[in-house]
């Protein structure tokens, strides 16, 4: 808990950091602490994870109430290294670890913390948007038990050209908006929902395949290790898929604009 005496003002000016794995190049931030609450505006960084910018705040009105928000963006950087850097992002967006490649990243959300410094997964509500070129999906058995499913080519590893995945986080599962990924030999619309608890749901239209009919398959099950899948009607005809991206920005910038005026309207 931040002492409710405390009041400062911190402007930070860095460059050429080592943490751990994390180099840092050059690093600017702005640190505004009162009223038992840390406010962080306008960091940038440049680092050999990638580039980094990031807005936050932490609030301690209590030991029993606890708050955090933040906006993350990372340009050009791995999935191994964002969980690195961040490990509650693995808690919030579960598909992030499938894929490999140059990603970029947003995350904005705000949560509550317990005693013990964890987030509280049910009071977490924000945004998130993975986007980049020329990725793989490896290591993930989804990907391979689909792969069996609908005789992929490549049963190891997919190989996508282009993606840009974005959904919203809120009562305790992340909500993933319909996209489209060109896949081994198919185009497939996407949705589902993930939940904090590892269960799922995921549907797949398939918008061209080697099939003669448009099938849609849907992936389910309490986690990764039980997964089932039900074969049925697509859900989507045609890569006009609805699109969501200005809700994404709406909560995006409300949220930042929460923590920028974070002192002002509590």
């Known amino acids: 808990v931040i002492p409710s005496n405390l009041n400062a003002e911190i402007r930070l000016n860095a460059k050429d950091i080592t943490y751990s794995d994390l180099e840092i190049d050059r690093l600017s931030s702005k640190l505004l602490m009162k009223e038992r609450c840390v406010q962080i505006t306008g960091t940038e960084a440049a680092s ?16 029993k109430d606890i708050k955090a928000g933040f906006s993350f963006n990372f340009k050009d950087i ?26 970029n990243c947003e995350v904005a959300a705000t ?15 924000g945004i998130m948007r993975i986007g980049g070129r020329n990725l793989a999906i490896r290591d993930s058995e989804m990907y391979s038990s689909l792969a069996r499913k609908l005789m992929f080519k490549n049963k190891k590893e997919g190989l996508i050209n282009e993606m840009s995945v974005e959904g919203i986080i809120s009562d305790s599962m992340l909500e993933v908006f319909p996209f489209i990924v060109k896949l081994d030999r198919y185009t497939l619309a996407l949705s589902g929902i993930h939940n904090m608890d590892e269960s799922f ?13 448009k099938l849609g398959v ?10 089932k899948f039900k074969i049925g009607k697509a859900k989507f005809k045609n890569t006009n898929v609805p699109v969501f991206s200005s809700v994404i920005d709406t909560t ?15």
């Open 48 to 63: 050999n994870f990638g580039n980094i910018d990031f807005e936050g705040f932490y609030s301690t009105r209590t030991k």
């Open 78 to 103: 791995t999935a191994e290294k964002v969980i690195g850097l961040m490990p509650a992002i693995d808690t919030l967006i579960p598909l992030l670890k499938s894929f490999n490649g140059q990603l």
């Open 111 to 125: 949560a509550g913390i317990d005693s013990a410094m964890n987030i509280i997964p049910s009071t977490i509500n």
């Open 201 to 213: 749901r995921y549907h797949a239209s398939l918008i061209k395949s080697p099939f003669l009919i």
């Open 218 to 227: 849907d992936v389910y099950g309490d986690n990764f290790d039980e997964m």
């Open 252 to 266: 995006k910038v409300n949220l930042v604009n929460s923590i920028r005026n974070i002192f002002d309207k509590g």
